[in-house]
């Protein structure tokens, strides 16, 4: 049987490539994971290290400067930087949400330019979508872009925008014809230092503390024509393609916290010794990390299907996008929720890392379209016999 249907794993150049990334989160990024969540603090040894060695924007492709990692590769890179500090996996994460639509639709000068320079760290990327009245309903965008010669002039607000601040460019979506709603919706690159750019407050969240979350403002930003990504109207429809490659990462950041989460609470019911003996030869404790494990193996799994489908541009990549990113995120909360349980009174306290990951673990269920919107954008998918030929 095997001679007709092989066994599949990840190739050696992917363990390679983990095992490089893991060296880095374990000597550079965890060490500094405690500090940055306690002063809410951007993450600069990760944006350092990860710079230093090309795992910063490691999806941009090798015409563009970059290092050409495959959708699998990214997301195994996500995920072992999320395993050591989920604030730090935004960076890869959301370069590659911020620049997709210009990868996606832009012309071969703007991929040029701000791939480029997203490739040679000349700055991050960032992706404004979400506004005040425009979350899950998307296609409600307020912000409006006019045209006025051979400039556009862009006003409105973005709100829960990831490394506003840092990031020195934004895809921003904007309406640029209100009468035909989402189809009247058009995608552009604004540089932080275009006039009339500025960022409300770092907003005080829950987890992710050291990835700033922040409004951006446009007033009058005056955007040279070449600024807009592909076509007129289209912004909309690269702004969903990329949600359908980036949920992805999503999924990966919460295989990568809860594995995290795992490995802490092996090492520590190993050690923990009540009723003279270690607690790990409990059955109740047993049966926890069993089902911790099983889950977390199974999401990587699906997380990792889901990767090959977006790299190919499977016809199930939206399901599948949605799938990974829904049941990786809610077992990301289940195994920390437990990782805190296995350690008792010391897994409420923030001298030990897990309260910290289920912080964290959690906008992973939130972020990127709720697992509400990924349950229905999965029904959906079923109904319209997206997978019937599977």
Known sequence: MTDNYPMYALSEEQQDIRAAIREICDNKIAPAAAAVDEEARYPQEAHDAL???????????????GAGADALATVIIIEEVARADVSASLIP???????????????????????GKLANGEGGFSYCLTEPDAGSDAANQKTRAVRDGDEWVLNGTKRWITNAGESEYYTVLAMTDPDKRSKGISAFVVEKSDPGVSFGA????????????????????????????????KGFEYAMKTLDHTRITIAAQAVGV?????DYALGYIQERKQFGKSIASFQGIEFMIADMGMKIEAARQLTYAAAGRSERGDKDL???????????????????????????????????????MMRDAKITQIYEGTNQVQRIVMARQLLAGIQKDL
């Open 318 to 356: 939206t399901f599948f996008g949605a799938a990974a990113k829904a049941f990786a995120s809610d077992v990301a909360m289940e195994v920390t929720t437990n990782a805190v349980q296995l350690l008792g009174g010391y897994g409420f306290s923030n001298e030990y890392p897990v309260e910290r």
């Open 258 to 262: 809860a594995q995290g989460a795992l």
């Open 202 to 233: 770092k907003e005080k969240k829950t987890g992710i503390k050291g990835s700033p979350t922040r409004e951006v403002y446009f007033d009058n930003v005056r955007l040279p024509v070449d600024r807009l990504i592909g076509a007129e109207g």
């Open 93 to 115: 994460a959301v370069n590659k949400l911020g620049s997709l639509p210009v990868q996606i639709g832009g012309s071969e000068e703007l991929k040029a330019k701000y791939l």
């Open 51 to 65: 710079l230093a060695t090309g795992f910063y924007a490691p999806h941009v492709p090798e015409a563009y400067g």
